[in-house]
């Protein structure tokens, strides 16, 4: 029997959940090879009182499990899509995408509350875009996994917070006592480039074999919100929403607001032809 094919992950309930999916698809892809987790405990995760925002948050998500790579320890890491830096460590590579998940973003607030006072969330992105729908609202932040702030919302920390529909989905949370959860259109609240999206990562010497196991349609959409990103320079931390939903390119920009464009990609090749002209247009 061959040795197992360590994936590196985060040890937080979604990060798991995740990375589930990621081997239950690479089994169905990949039936002679075994696959095994490599839980990891990431700085950030240790650290709750740290501010995202002060910290920059380029690579705070993914940089132990990018080290497990480089060191051997293991194959292949599992990120969200969204936490990926737009430029990747050494000789490490995006094998792909597993499909996309809603991306949407949801608010979720305490029911006896009409229009939340407070609202939590260390995100630029959301708080420019939800502040826009209540502009009178103060923010602070909750730190922990969803579970975690779901119950701090409920206790009366703050009286709303911003959570992925994906994440809600992926840990089967459809519902919460004294809780609320209104999903946000796109035209209120632009993701963030990648959400929703589940990246596998790997040393360019294993891309070979995995480039071709996941998701085309994911890859397409993701690698031009990424690319958009990084030629505005931006990161996680920064106010930008950008998302393409195959047909309509979404884009927030604190900027210029909310802005569309509607085209469709046929191969990555297409994206150095749209991106230019996209720019361009939005004086950016």
């Given amino acids: 029997m061959s040795s ?24 169905d892809k990949l039936p002679e090879d075994q696959f095994e987790q490599l839980q990891l405990s990431t700085k950030i995760d240790e650290r709750l009182n740290w501010s995202l925002e002060k ?11 990018e080290e497990a790579l480089l060191d051997g320890r ?19 590579f995006i094998a792909g995408y597993l499909p996309r998940a809603k991306a949407s973003d949801t608010l ?16 630029p992105r959301r708080r420019a875009q939800i502040g826009e729908l209540y502009p009178e ?10 579970a975690t702030r779901l119950r701090k919302i409920a ?27 209104i999903e946000l259109p796109f035209d209120e609240c632009v993701p963030a480039p990648g959400q929703a999206a ?10 070979e074999k995995y480039r071709e196991l996941f998701c085309e349609k ?4 993701v690698t031009l919100e990424r690319e958009f990103l990084h030629r505005l320079g931006g990161g996680c931390q920064t106010p930008v929403g950008a998302h393409y939903d195959g047909k309509v390119f979404y884009i927030y920009h604190p900027d210029i607001g909310f802005t569309t464009f509607e085209f469709e990609l046929n191969n990555i090749i297409d994206i150095e032809a749209v991106l230019p002209a996209i720019m361009d247009d939005l004086k950016l």
């Fill in 4 to 27: 197992p094919i360590y994936i590196a992950t985060r040890k937080s309930p979604l990060a798991v959940k995740q990375t589930d999916y990621v081997v239950s698809w690479l089994k």
């Fill in 55 to 65: 910290r920059g948050g380029l690579g705070l998500f993914t940089k132990e499990l």
């Fill in 74 to 92: 293991a194959t292949l890491a599992v990120h969200s899509a969204k936490d990926l830096p737009t430029t990747l460590t050494g000789d490490l």
């Fill in 108 to 123: 979720v607030k305490r029911e006896a509350c009409d229009k939340p006072a407070s609202i939590a969330s260390s995100s």
């Fill in 137 to 146: 609202a103060e923010w602070t932040t909750i730190r922990g996994n969803v």
């Fill in 155 to 181: 206790d009366g920390e703050a009286d709303a917070s911003i959570l992925a529909a994906a994440g809600l989905a992926r840990l089967e949370i459809h519902t919460h006592e004294g809780l609320e959860f």
């Fill in 198 to 207: 589940i990246a596998i990562q790997c040393r360019e010497s294993e891309l």
């Fill in 218 to 221: 994911t890859k397409l959409a």
